[in-house]
Each structure stands twice: as C-alpha cells, then as structure tokens.
C-alpha cells in the first residue's frame, strides 16, 4: 500500500476511529480523510455518493456505527438495526462502485450465538440463535460481513472484515446508562470516590465473562490485516483471554482508588453469558496484541480524568 494512498476512515472521530488515525499515521500514512456525522451523515444515500464521486478515496475503513453497551442496546434495537444497515449499505456500496481498492469492516463479537462453544471460531458463524439483547446489531453487522463476501465474490471486490471482542480505550463514551462496561465503571467508581459514597451498582450478577481489548490493539491489528491479508475469510481480532464482570469491577476500583464496597444489581442483565473468541487464526497469520488490561485501564482512566 502506497504511503501517500487516500484513505477514508468512516467513523474518523469515533473511539475506534481516532486510534486508527493514529495508527496509520505512525506508519506514515498521511492523506487521511474522514468527515464528522454532522458535516456527513453516512445513513444518507445522495450524501455519500456525492461524498465518494468528490473524494475519491482508494482505500476505506468502516469503522462508523451506532455503538452502545447492553442498555442502549435493549432500549434501541429499532435504531441499532436501521442506522447500521444504512451506514454499511451505503459505504460498502459506494466503495464497490467508485472503485476503491480495498475495504476493512469492522463487525463485532456479539455476531456470534448466544450459546456459542467457547472460545468461539470464525466457523461458528450463524449456527445458531443470537443473544436478544442486542440481535439489531449483531443482524446489521451480519449483513455487513456478507455484503463484503458477497461483493468479492459478484464484482472482484478486495473487502475485508474483522470481528472485534469488546473494546475500551481513549476516545470512549462514559455516559453512565448507554456506555460499554470499562468506561461505564470508570465512570461509576471516579465519582463514588469523589462523593465518598459507600458503594458502587454494578449491573447483572458479575457472572458474564468479557473479552477486553484496548482501542489501539484493535487499530493496530485491523491496519496489519489491511496491509497484509485479501480474500473472503473474516478474522476474530482479540486477546484469547476473558475476565468475569466481577473482576473486572474489582480491578477498575482498583486502578480508580475507590475504598467502597461493590453491590451487584441483579435486576439488570448480563447479557451473553461468556464471549471469548478464539484468535488462532490472526496468531496464525502474525499478530498478537500488545496492551495488559490493567495498563489499558490506567490509559483510559487519566485520559477521562484530562476529560473531567
Ligand atoms: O459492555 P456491555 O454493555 O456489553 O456489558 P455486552 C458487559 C457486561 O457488563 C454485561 C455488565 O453483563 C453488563 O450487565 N455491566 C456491569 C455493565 N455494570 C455495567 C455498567 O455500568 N455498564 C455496562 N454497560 N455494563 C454489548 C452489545 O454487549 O457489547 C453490543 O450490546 C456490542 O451490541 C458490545 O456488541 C461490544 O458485551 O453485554
């Protein structure tokens, strides 16, 4: 990939987004372009293929969605399943037709079936029911990886995809009820300690496992994919290790400096029960992440304390 090439980041601004920037440009990638939602809003059609016939990009990276942890997911599946599929449909779309020479997806590891065997495979890919707190987004990010597929195969398209565990990192949403869980907890534990509260709710029973990956790992492993791999296979990107939500909790109180207590809320859901992906295909082609949990954590904290 030629070091001047013009790549389109959709989603610039974004959490994953902003660690691909700096990503590439640490490889000296430069001519980097990518709009905010106000001044381009993906979902609409006219507006990016105006976009793509003005710009011109040779390489894309979608990394634009509408995210949310396990609340906003349950309360918006309308919306999770609607803006995905638009913003996909059209950037995977356009690319195909202003010729772009290569496209990385990003979909996610809650594609994957509620009960899947752990750690799951790429293989084991619609096998069977998915977890209903967030099948909206996990049906568009479905559609995402087979429009790819299914664009290679049609019109000799070089569209790849990756399936993310769960990320955290600089450039997060810490809004308490619609964040993923990291920065949620940050969240809860930073101001528990400011206001000397005696305990902090944690959602569900502590039981889930989770798979937690720092955003500039997952920047790092999409830009080697990108540099390195084309054809039709989808890789799981991820640390090939989980952690319960409980300690997590414990580990986030820890790294906050909150002297309370933890109370689990058991009122609210845990979601799929454990997400442990299986990375034995990217080990395989060269890549292993770099970021230990708890410096991924301390990163993310002092970055929201520079916020606050
Ligand atoms: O991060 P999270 O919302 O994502 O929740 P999911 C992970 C687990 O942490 C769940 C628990 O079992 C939550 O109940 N949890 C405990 C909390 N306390 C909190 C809290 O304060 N905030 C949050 N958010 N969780 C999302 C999907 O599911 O994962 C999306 O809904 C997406 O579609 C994303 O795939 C990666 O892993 O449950």
Redesign the pocket.
């Known amino acids: 990939m030629d070091i001047s090439a013009k790549i389109f980041i959709a989603g610039r601004n974004g959490m994953v987004g902003s660690s691909l920037e700096r990503e590439f440009r640490k490889r000296g990638y430069e001519n980097i372009i990518g709009l905010s939602s106000k001044e381009l809003d993906l979902k609409n059609q006219s507006a990016v293929e105006e976009f793509f016939s003005g710009e011109k990009p040779e390489y894309v990276v979608l990394a634009a969605a509408r ?1 949310g ?3 906003a ?1 349950i309360e918006s599946p309308a919306e999770f399943l609607y803006e995905n599929l638009a913003i996909q449909n059209n950037v995977i779309h356009y690319s195909y037709r202003y010729g772009v020479k290569k496209l990385l997806f990003l979909a ?3 594609i994957y079936p509620r009960l899947c065997p752990q750690p799951m495979k790429e293989e084991y890919l619609l096998n069977g029911k998915l977890e209903p ?2 099948e909206g ?2 049906i568009a990010k479905i559609a995402g990886l087979k429009m790819c597929q299914m664009y290679n195969k049609q019109y000799d398209t070089d569209f790849i995809s990756v399936m993310p565990c ?1 990320v955290y990192g600089i450039g997060d949403n810490f809004d ?1 009820q619609k ?3 990291v920065a ?2 940050i969240r ?1 534990f930073h101001q528990a300690k400011q206001e000397n509260k005696e305990f902090v709710e ?3 029973t502590g039981n ?1 496992r ?1 798979e937690l990956m720092f955003s500039e790992d997952l920047a790092d492993a999409c830009i080697f994919l990108f540099e390195s791999y084309s054809g039709n296979e989808f890789f799981n990107v991820g640390t090939g290790s989980d952690i319960s ?1 409980k300690e997590l909790a414990y580990l986030i109180k820890k790294v906050v400096g909150f002297d309370g207590n933890i109370k689990f809320d058991t009122t ?5 029960p454990q ?1 442990l992906l299986d990375v034995s295909a990217l080990k395989k082609a060269g890549w292993v992440y770099k970021t230990d949990l708890e410096e991924g954590i301390r990163k993310t904290y002092e970055w929201f304390l520079k916020l606050s």
């Open positions: 995210v942890g396990i609340m997911n996610s590891s809650c707190t967030n987004y996990a769960n308490p964040s993923h869980v949620g907890l809860k944690v959602w569900g889930a989770r939500i609210k859901p845990d979601g799929m997400k």
